[in-house]
């Protein structure tokens, strides 16, 4: 079964909008939740994470937006521009320092000029 | 500093064949992963080491093994390869047991006809 489930598969966004990709998680001992960026032909690298004591994270224009009781989290990219157009993914870890990742099915953005 | 190399880059294989993915990190870390990549799933984990010496098993293990004779490598072997282990593979790091960012090779394209 998918514990992490992403959405949008796809997504348009004209340059300067708001990109908002949405998960959803079953498992309550989950208490790590990243969000990986992924450019054609290379490997997923981090782009922003969070852990559930807080509800918001920002880092430039990227935000997370955390709802612990919806079991749920987001990101948004402001202003979105060209170079932002990749594959997102969004993921989840299991505290008790098990250090494995459950990734999401992923979103590919892409940002019109 | 190079991170994480993986080889081959990409490899056209026959059914039935014996195939080992090489992954080589000069970051120290402890832990290292193998993920395969296929379109609307997601990267899911095949096998993981959290210290070298330490091999287990992660989602969709079947058809793989891996071995950690030291820190920086960390092979995985395709005893028999089989159509549906086509894909991209990733390899990954990070340290253990602190969690957190975990850091990605460029990947291997297989293709197994």
């Known amino acids: 079964q998918q514990q992490v489930k992403q959405s949008p598969q796809s997504l348009i966004v004209q340059k300067g909008g708001i990109s908002i990709i949405n998960c959803a998680y079953e498992?309550?001992?989950?208490?790590?939740f990243p969000w990986y960026q992924q450019f054609p032909g290379k490997g997923p690298a981090l782009l922003i994470a969070?852990?559930?004591?807080?509800s918001e994270k920002k880092e430039g224009r990227f935000t997370i937006s955390f709802n612990k009781s919806a079991k749920q989290f987001s990101l948004h990219i402001m202003d979105s521009q060209p170079g932002d157009s990749a594959t997102y993914f969004c993921?989840?870890?299991?505290?008790?320092?098990?250090?494995?990742?459950?990734f999401g099915t992923g979103t590919l953005l892409a940002v019109q000029p | 500093i190079a991170g994480i190399t993986q080889a081959p880059t990409s490899q056209i294989l026959a059914a039935g064949r014996r195939m080992t993915l090489r992954c080589t990190q000069d970051?120290?870390?402890?832990?290292m992963y193998w993920y395969r990549q296929d379109l609307g799933l997601g990267l899911r984990l095949i096998h993981y080491?959290?210290?070298?010496?330490?091999?287990g098993k992660g989602e969709v293990p079947d058809g793989y093994s891996v071995s950690r004779a030291n820190t920086d490598d960390f092979p995985l072997t395709l005893a028999s390869a089989v159509p549906s282990q086509t894909s991209v593979y990733f390899c990954?790091?990070?340290?253990?047991?602190?969690?957190?960012?975990?850091?990605f090779g460029p990947g291997t394209r297989l293709t197994v006809l």
């Open positions: 990954a790091s990070s340290d253990y047991p602190s969690g957190g960012e975990q850091f």
């Open positions: 498992n309550t001992a989950f208490d790590y």
């Open positions: 969070i852990r559930p004591d807080v």
């Open positions: 993921a989840a870890e299991r505290g008790g320092a098990t250090n494995k990742l459950i």
């Open positions: 970051m120290r870390h402890n832990a």
């Open positions: 080491s959290n210290t070298a010496g330490t091999t």
